[in-house]
């Protein structure tokens, strides 16, 4: 949201308390901000880690695999509830590299990391009003032109309860017939995740118009 300049040395005091008072009244009828885009804006979504009330900020970290990361983030950077995004390669080797990913012997996945506030983003939504429509879960190790195992669909949990719900999720998915073909992804724990590279970060935010294959299918709501 853009601001005003204002010199209230031009002001009296009486008159600089109106103009101010009626910025604040504005501001808070203002639409609520876009969820961060990085990793890095997490502390200034909740700084300190504190929320409003004083109370310690309760925060959940999924992470997500299912083809090229940077149409994945996109779509996941913008959800209400989500916190922070980063791209990166799990599911393999640590320390990895994009160029290392060029080859399929690093045992990686393009994976995003996705940090959110489960008061208001559950992990069961996550999966079923977003990840499972944002690509298609049923071609195995691939997405669109992205082929090879490190574009695979995959849910690495990072708790037993997690990877409750990423089943219980995947087998009613399954269930109700909403993808023709079954379900291939894969639910594993979670692995050491390497970040990738800045320029990945953000990428099509940086790159308007970028390469993508991810979009929201229209499927029956499980829930």
């Known amino acids: 949201m853009s601001s005003s300049r204002v010199s209230f040395r031009a002001l009296s005091f009486l008159a600089g308390v109106a103009l101010v008072s009626g910025m604040v009244a504005c501001a808070r009828s203002d639409p609520a901000p876009r969820a961060s885009t990085s990793a890095k804006a997490a502390d200034a ?6 929320a409003a009330d004083g109370a310690a900020a309760v925060r959940e970290t999924a992470i997500l695999a299912g083809g090229c990361f940077w149409g994945m983030e996109e779509i996941l950077r913008a959800i209400p509830g989500v ?11 640590a320390g990895v590299t994009y ?25 069961e939504r996550l999966l079923t009003d977003w990840f499972f429509r944002m690509h298609d879960p049923t071609t195995e190790d691939r997405q669109g032109n992205d082929v090879g195992p490190q574009y695979r669909s995959v849910i690495f949990a990072t708790s037993a309860e997690q990877r409750r719900v990423a089943e ?35 990428y099509l935010q940086k790159n308007p118009g970028g390469y993508t294959c991810h979009y929201l299918r229209d499927l029956p709501k499980l829930h």
Request: net charge negative.
């Open 45 to 50: 979504a909740a700084p300190g880690g504190v």
């Open 83 to 93: 916190v922070s995004t980063e791209v990166g390669y799990t599911g393999g080797r």
């Open 99 to 123: 160029e290392d990913m060029h080859d399929d012997t690093t045992g990686n996945a393009e994976a995003v990391r996705v940090v959110f506030d489960p008061a208001v983003l559950s992990y």
């Open 168 to 202: 219980a999720v995947k087998a009613r998915l399954d269930a109700s017939g909403a993808w023709k073909k079954p379900i291939v992804t894969q639910i594993a724990s979670e692995k050491p995740f390497t970040p990738a590279e800045e320029y990945h970060q953000d």
